[in-house]
């Protein structure tokens, strides 16, 4: 089955503490996103990558931090510099063919 | 950072009734898509658009690339009780999309 996972669904952490948000996508995109999504609100790009071990902040990086070593995987680590970390996180992929970009089902972080 | 104009931020119409949602923005895109989002999920492409003055439909969806490509709406016949969601739009500029703030839609039997 083709598509985007993120793992895992939901995930609870201390404050303080640093945690990393899994992404993999089969479907050969070159460029991997990662969005944050507070309530009510629309999609805020953190992070994005569009080759292999290359990647460039969006609009929100501060206290985030990411790895694009592999074409099919890009992690984004939740550091403890972020000041506000409980939110839904997106991971998307983009067809450069088509210009579309494709989500995966999110991961739901909770820091108490 | 950037964010298109969505609106309305929120509807409450009957099942069986049409519903219309609009983007706006003072940039011009070159692509526009539409999103769906249910609750505790990531979004679903709906309808992608390539050209101004292009008008795309997807089942009861209908979705036009405005011919100024400042503008983009999205239109939905007939609704149903499974229509409710969070309708995102997004912009592409150069590597990366812009996105709405969100229609929320309500659909009563």
């Known amino acids: 089955d083709g598509g985007i996972t993120q793992s895992p669904k939901y995930l609870f952490r201390k404050e303080g503490q640093n945690v990393t948000l899994s992404c993999e996508q089969n479907l050969n995109h070159d460029a991997m996103y990662w969005y944050r999504q507070d309530p009510g609100q629309g999609l805020r790009l953190i992070y994005y990558?569009?080759?292999?071990?290359?990647?460039q902040k969006g609009d929100i990086a501060e206290g985030y931090s990411v790895s694009r070593e592999k074409k099919e995987s890009f992690p984004l680590t939740v550091t403890s510099a972020q000041k506000n970390p409980t939110a839904f996180y997106l991971c998307a992929s983009n067809n450069f063919r088509t210009d579309t970009q494709y989500f995966g089902p999110g991961t739901r972080l909770t820091v108490l | 950072g950037q964010q298109l104009n969505q609106s309305p931020q929120s509807m409450f119409i009957q099942e069986g009734e049409d519903v219309s949602m609009n983007c706006t923005s003072s940039?011009?895109?070159?692509?526009w898509l539409w999103y769906k989002q249910d609750p505790g999920e990531g979004p679903v492409l709906l309808i992608a658009?390539?050209?101004?003055?292009e008008l795309t439909s997807n089942g009861r969806l209908t979705a036009q690339f405005g011919i100024t490509r400042k503008d983009s709406f999205l239109n939905i016949s007939a609704s149903i009780p499974s229509d409710v969601g969070i309708y995102f739009c997004?912009?592409?500029?150069?590597?990366?999309?812009?996105f709405g703030t969100g229609t929320r839609l309500q659909v009563f039997p």
């Open positions: 658009l390539y050209k101004a003055g």
């Open positions: 990558s569009q080759i292999v071990n290359d990647f």
């Open positions: 997004a912009g592409l500029v150069t590597d990366k999309l812009i």
């Open positions: 940039s011009i895109f070159n692509t």
